[in-house]
């Protein structure tokens, strides 16, 4: 059919589409986008369905009334410049919240960047250690004095250890320890590590030293260790540099 009688049409340039050519010619390139691309509107971040059921795209502003319509947007030149922006301003802001988050990382406090305390030892202070019993309910315990004249520290701690508690070197202490005392009482029971507890007091420069506390009775001391009671307390005198630590067994 020759078309080149048509309003406007050029010899040899072809002639002006109809509309039922137009139409045809817009079914199928509707058909060949449907067949070439899958719209997945759950894992497209851009699309979404209004109210009147129209399909909308939230990086372009734009409104599509089918499916054919937002996949044939998706591929056309205000689309794919609008996402390259936006891949430039993903990267500004992720490259800036990763210097933010450096910078907060390095102001905390950590072992790399705490400076280690070194002191010059001075040896290990005098104690005294005294079996107590109380009138009234007649229970047994002990009442232990740490003299620290030359404490570098404001105040001393301490803390009630399991063997399990303690560093390899000062298990194979305690264990010698031990065997010491079987010696010297002549006694052939056999005593376990963990028949013991072990009070560790620490006031620097002085070195650590630690009581052996026998671990047949339970210490009656409240289940929160920085509280004290009637049977379980300590007391730190600044004025003669003297800790007093005293509990007493259920």
Known sequence: MDYSDRVNAKKGAG??????????????????????????LDNDPYVFRNHLGFLECKLCLTTHVSESSYISHLGGRKH???????????????????????DK???????????????????KPQFKLTKI???????????????????????????????????????????NFIEKVKQAEEDDEELE?????????????????AVVIPNTKEIDKPQDNTSMSDTYWWYWDRDTKELFIQFMYK
């Not at 996402?83 to 450096?102: F, P, S, W």
């Open 133 to 175: 019993r109380d009138p009234d309910s007649l229970k047994v315990g002990l009442l232990i004095n740490v003299k620290l004249p030359k404490i570098g520290v404001e105040e001393p701690f301490f803390r009630i250890m399991s063997y399990y508690e303690l560093t390899s070197k000062n298990q194979i202490t305690c264990m």
């Open 105 to 123: 990382i390095s102001s905390l406090t950590s072992i790399n960047n705490v400076e280690k305390r070194s002191w010059k030892k001075i040896g």
């Open 193 to 209: 590590a963990n028949d013991y507890q072990y009070l560790v007091v620490s006031a620097e420069p002085y070195d650590n030293i």
């Open 80 to 102: 794919q410049l609008n996402l390259e922006r936006r891949r430039i301003l993903d990267e500004k802001y992720n490259q800036r919240n990763l210097h933010q988050l450096q």
């Open 15 to 40: 002639a002006i589409a109809g509309t039922e050519e137009t139409n045809v010619h817009t079914k199928k390139r509707i058909q060949d986008l449907l067949a070439t691309h899958v719209l997945d």
